[in-house]
């Protein structure tokens, strides 16, 4: 809620003063830790409605399935009413109201599509996604060189896949060049893309790519946009959600330009389950997180990491988160203990109590807060209750969810998926084209080999046919030659003249005819 141009978080339980963020110092980030069941939820609710009412658009992820209640106003209750009169809402102006809310999911079953291309997501990320080993890495990384040097589009997961494909059937004039790429390793690459695919989170991949720009909206009422992602089933999948989170992140910091300091941020991103962003993740992954948090304030947008413990945040980011709000820490363990002292140590000391003790004992709804004042410094740490959120607690229905997203500006943008032309296609017109050469190819070889025997079968019937007349004509030749012979033979030497003559003539005739058919 809103005071004096200030967000106004909690109520200072020892003092009853407000506890307020001052704009210009929500780009400094923030931390809202606290073990399950304490009221991060509740507080992330009342921190976006508040940047919200003063104008500035919120990204969050919804874990749970329950911040979808943003759209619908609170509902009140008895123990609505005890909060009302416990923060004196009702002198400052407290409302039930609604927000105004677009919900994204990378499925787009519960939000309208969140796409992005594979190029655009690079091969660092990726190779998170995949789980691939530094040195498929840096492979990966030379085939989006390849593609990019040969002008092909890597929109979606087929056109990485039919890439890693080529390359692999040309390895050796790639690796020639850009050095040793073993088939092992392109085989544990396509390996990892299909199962990425299997796994359906094939679907973030492709066109229309989401246009970051579309989250700085703000309604006629001048409140900005609470943009929600839906991953309840994405965290099902903690590094494919961790790195996605990180994309959206970095995708605000590289393409917003410099603001310097302003009175209030462009854009507040809030980072559910933060834990999972750095779990097992490797240094130069880490090393890029702690670059984006330290340079992003400069483009005007704050982060707020929300987590069980900050152990869960390496220290190098955890310095850069200024605004804290610290809800119950439990210790059953040597180890938890150390974890709440550390929690209770990052904060300044306040006379008026143990931070550590109290950091044990907080109430539902109660935390310990912390904010930057007017120089940037930390305030002492302040043992608070939170206030409630002016929306509905709990999730909405789904009818409602989805008037919400049928009725978007943006549903004509993104609903439908295109699929331009692009490497799958370049290469998959290269193999039809060979494959009919191919066929071409074969058939012409048949047609020459089915002409050849057909060849072999004219002259084998012509030499049939000769045959055939040459011994009918040797037959008749002799049988009129031994006619002939014979009749001279008798002539001159009566029956015996016959005999000879008839002989000689048969072999004169057989002869003659023999002579004929070599000529």
């Not at 970095?250 to 854009?267: A, C, H, I, N």
């Not at 991103?269 to 400069?298: G, M, T, W």
């Not at 203990?337 to 109660?366: C, H, I, M, P, Y």
């Amino acid at each position: 809620m809103l005071y004096n141009n200030t967000i106004w978080a909690g109520l200072d339980m020892d003092t009853n003063e407000k506890v307020c963020i001052l704009p210009r110092m929500a780009n400094r980030h923030g931390l809202i830790a606290g073990a399950t069941g304490t009221g991060k939820t509740i507080t992330l609710k009342v921190l976006a409605e508040s940047f919200s009412n003063m104008g500035v658009p919120v990204f969050l992820s919804d874990i749970k399935g329950d911040l979808s209640g943003m759209i619908k106003p609170g509902v009140d209750n008895a123990n609505m009413q005890e909060r009302i009169q416990y923060f004196g809402l009702d002198k400052e102006g407290f409302t039930y109201q609604n927000f105004p809310t677009q919900f994204w999911d990378i499925s787009g079953k519960k939000g309208l599509p969140l796409r992005t291309t594979v190029s655009e997501f690079g091969p660092t990320l990726l190779s998170r996604i995949l789980g691939l080993t530094d040195l498929q890495t840096n492979i990966l990384t030379i085939i989006f060189r390849i593609a990019d040097e040969e002008n092909l589009l890597l929109l979606d997961t087929k056109d990485l896949r039919s890439m890693v494909q080529y390359v692999a059937q040309n390895n050796k004039k790639y690796s020639s060049q850009y050095g040793n790429m073993t088939t092992a390793s392109l085989n544990a690459i396509l390996r990892s893309i299909v199962a990425l695919e299997t796994a359906g989170a094939d679907k973030f991949f492709g066109e229309p790519a989401i246009d970051i720009h579309d989250f700085f909206r703000q309604d006629s009422d001048g409140r900005g946009m609470i943009n929600i992602l839906e991953a309840e089933s994405t965290v099902q999948n903690p590094v494919i959600y961790a790195t996605f989170m990180l994309y959206m992140l970095s995708e605000l910091f590289e393409q917003l330009p410099e603001v310097g300091d302003r009175e209030k941020p462009k854009m507040v991103y809030f980072f559910d389950e933060a834990h999972l962003l750095f779990n097992d993740a490797p240094k130069a992954l880490v090393d890029k997180i702690e670059q984006v948090v330290k340079l992003i304030r400069s483009k005007g947008v704050g982060i707020f990491f929300i987590t069980q413990n900050p152990s869960d945040v390496p220290d190098s980011v955890l310095a850069q988160l200024g605004n804290k709000i610290q809800h119950a820490l439990h210790a059953y363990t040597p180890s938890e203990e150390k974890k709440v002292k550390a929690a209770a140590d990052s904060f300044r000391v306040n006379k008026n109590f143990s931070t550590v003790e109290v950091l044990q004992n907080l109430g539902t709804g109660e935390a310990l807060i912390s904010f930057l004042d007017e120089e940037g410094k930390p305030d002492n740490v302040r043992r608070c209750r939170v206030l409630p959120p002016q929306s509905l607690m709990g999730p909405a229905d789904d009818s409602s969810r989805l008037m919400v997203i049928n009725s978007s500006d943006f549903a004509e943008k993104y609903s439908e998926e295109v699929d331009r032309d692009s490497a799958y296609e370049f290469f998959k017109r290269l193999t039809d084209e060979a494959t009919a050469e191919a066929a071409r190819i074969e058939a012409e070889k048949q047609a020459e080999k089915d002409a050849e025997a057909l060849a072999k079968a004219q002259e084998k019937a012509n030499r049939g046919r000769m045959t055939a007349v040459k011994s009918v004509g040797r037959s008749t030749a002799g049988t009129l030659g031994r006619e002939a012979g014979g009749a001279i033979g008798k002539t001159f030497l009566g029956t015996f003249g016959k005999r000879v003559g008839g002989n000689i003539g048969a072999a004169l005739g057989r002869g003659l005819l023999d002579t004929f058919f070599r000529s």
